[in-house]
Every structure is written in structure tokens, then in C-alpha cells.
């Protein structure tokens, strides 16, 4: 029973310690982030990367889920005779929902894994400690910008690939299911609210900033050799996906909860 109670107390005291680092570098990065100087070429270099870079993933992630969803809801509500509010429901559920979880995971696999793979190679090349050497900040010049140009391209990204989620649905629908196009178009337009949209780029904002946040922590805290740099990616992607789906489960709440 010791030695049971003594292994849960290191797990607890571990667990609470990485908390504490994971805090205290999210305060760091922040405050490099409103520190001068500023590198808004680095920020914009980001935005392209991460953003421009990532939309034909995204739009091929968010035009299949968007077609498959309107397929299953179809299928599902002719059980119940409430087939023709498949239009309305696709919409809600990708713009609420779906479009922004499946970009913010979107942006984990490729940007987290990125900047985690980046940042740990230059720790393990030392290019790191050559910066402190050059009197440059490492979390100005290197954390900063990719965090800030992230957070500001993910709603962007949510945006569109709610637009094309909500396309595939279009398609399917009207190729297939036998709809309207225009009438299918103004249900979508109808149905949707201003709550939906913006808890829809709140949440990309906040998916954006945590994928950010994890490639970068992992990185900095990567070990030493190619081992190193595979642990640092792995762990990055897999906080960042556990941590964003947590998000949406808070945000949900917080925006819809009665």
C-alpha cells in the first residue's frame, strides 16, 4: 500500500510540476508578444505557413466530413419523416461544431507537429543557445511570432472550412438527395445565428493558440538527439489534440449552455 501510494504521489507531484511549466511558459510567451521588439515578418512568414499553406488540406478535410454528414442526416431523419431538415442541421453542425474541431485537429497534425520539429532541431543544434549568445530572445524571435500569426489565421481557416463543409453538404444534397438548390441555400441561410458564427471563430482563435502554444512548449523542452525531436513532435500533437477537443467541450458550454 506504501509503495501504491507512493507511486500516485509522484505521478500527482509530476503531473502538477508540468502544469506549473506549462503556465509559466504560456505567461512568457505572452508577454513577448506585447514586448518589443516585434518581428511582424517572422508573424506574417507564419501566416502563410500556417494558414495559406494549410487550406487545400482543410478544404479537402472539411468538403468530405461536410458531404458525409449530409448523407448520415438524410438517411437518419427519413426514419422519422424529418429528412428535409437535413440543410439546417448540416449547417448548424458544421459551423458550430464540426468545422471548427476538425481545423483546429487539422492544424495540430500539420502546424503543431511543425513548429514542435522546428524548434526542437535548433535546440538539439544548439542554434538556440547561439541566439542567448546574439543577446536575441528566443521567445521574442521564435515563440512569439508563431504563436501571434497563428491565433490571428485560425479563425480565418475555421471560416473557410465551414464554407466548404457547408458546400459538400450543398452538393451531396443536390446531386444526390434530390434538394433544391436554392431553397437549400436559403434554409442554410435562415437557420444560421450571429451566436453560431462567432462561437465558430472564437473557437478557432482558441484551437489556433493552443496548437501554437504546444508545438512551441514541447519544443523548447525537447531532449537531446533525433529521439528527442520525435518525442517533442509526438507530445505536442497529442496534448495539443486532447487539449483542444477539451476547449470545445468549454466553449460549448460557455456559448450555448441554458
Known sequence: MTAFLSAVGRAS????ARIGRVTLFIFAVLRAM??????????VKTIWSAGYLSLPLIGLTTLFAGGALALQIFDGGARFSASEVMPQIVAIGMVRELGPVLVGLMIS???TSSFAAEIATMRVSEQIDA???????AMQYLIAPRVLGTTLIAPVLVAVGDIIGIMGGYLIATTRLGFNPASYLQNTVDFLEPLDIISSLVKGGVFGLIAALMGCYFGMN????????GQATKSAVVAASILI?????ILTEAFFSK
Open 13 to 16: 507531484l509530476a503531473f502538477l
Open 34 to 43: 506585447v514586448t518589443p521588439p516585434f518581428y511582424l515578418r517572422d508573424v
Open 109 to 111: 497534425a500539420r502546424v
Open 131 to 137: 541566439l542567448k549568445t546574439l543577446s536575441t530572445d
Open 222 to 229: 525537447a531532449g537531446r538527439g533525433a529521439a528527442g525531436v
Open 245 to 249: 477537443l477539451g476547449a470545445n467541450f
